[in-house]
């Protein structure tokens, strides 16, 4: 494994009698401009290696993502669109695009980050990425930013496809766009931090498989919580993904099982807890230095 790149540090020299004791000359304009510029040089490549990397295989990064969450939506509105309206006025099939939407949205954002480093960690080219002087925060930055962005397609391939087969409106575009942000970034950075721990594929497939898809099935994608009895009610309220979508529902219909600002204030203290925990593991160089 590889170590973290520290450039070489070199002691200020001592100033001389003649140059008048210790005084410091003022900064130049512009002074410090060249740093500023290459650090955000680093952090837009980054991100956009992280985008061509999905999208050159965008078959099976947003197609089939697209394709499956499709096959929910037609299953189970062909199944319960007759029998069951979980709000007044909105049909099944209307009812489960904006969970089916954010499912998928979070899926792919923590399956982009959680990927692309294990494969980096893996095959060994994670040294390429720890080799340039880019900080911990760039790095943070630019998987969770191409989390959003594929996540973000992934839904937009959902919603215009189901949109076809139940047209409905959006009340509040801001709340959709609030919670979908926040969302995925969330997952984007928890999928960081699952790549960090894991040490192989199988570690990282059963984060994914008995952690992630668990909590998104049993988050009120396909049902209102009103319809558990009073203790599966309880439970799904210790789900912080029923607040995502909770939250995204109620930018499509202006109606939810819980209040939208305190479902916002929970999906955002998450992410600031898990982008707190992220940046303190890629600072400290946790199972990248070795």
């Excluded at 942000?181 to 928890?190: D, F, K, M, V």
């Excluded at 960090?196 to 984060?207: G, K």
Aim: charged letters at 10%; hydrophobic letters at 50%; one cysteine or more.
């Amino acid at each position: 494994m590889s170590r973290e790149h520290v450039p070489a540090s070199f002691p200020s020299p001592q100033p001389s009698p003649a140059s008048g004791g210790g005084s410091k000359r003022p900064p130049l304009a512009g002074e410090g401009l060249g740093e500023r510029v290459s650090c955000m040089t680093g952090l837009w490549t980054l991100f956009y290696k992280e985008i061509l990397r999905f999208w050159k295989v965008s078959l099976q990064t947003i197609l089939s993502p697209v394709v499956t969450t499709l096959l929910y939506l037609l299953i189970f509105s062909h199944v319960l669109e007759a029998h069951i309206q979980v709000y007044p006025g909105v049909g099944y099939a209307a009812f489960l695009i904006p969970g089916l939407v954010m499912m998928a949205m979070l899926q792919n954002a923590f399956s982009n980050s959680a990927s692309s480093l294990i494969q980096s960690k893996m095959g060994g080219s994670i040294v390429f990425i720890l080799l340039p002087p880019l900080a911990y925060w760039e790095f943070f930055s630019a998987y969770v930013a191409a989390s959003v962005v594929r996540g973000a397609a992934v839904g937009l391939g959902v919603w215009l496809s189901g949109y076809w087969f139940a047209p409905h409106a959006i009340v509040h575009p801001g709340w959709m766009l609030a919670f979908a942000l926040a969302g995925c970034a969330a997952l984007g950075a928890l999928g960081i931090v699952s790549a960090l721990w894991a040490e192989n594929y199988d570690q990282l497939a059963a984060v994914q498989n008995f952690v992630i898809m668990p909590l998104t099935f049993l988050s009120g994608v396909f049902y209102s919580i009103h319809s558990l009895p009073p203790f599966w009610q309880g439970v799904s309220h210790l789900n912080p993904f029923f607040y995502m979508i909770d939250g995204f529902r109620y930018g499509f219909f202006g109606v939810s099982d819980i209040s939208p600002w305190i479902s916002l204030s929970i999906v955002s203290g998450a992410f600031l807890a898990l982008s707190l925990a992220t940046l303190w593991l890629l600072k400290s160089g946790y199972k990248l230095r070795s």
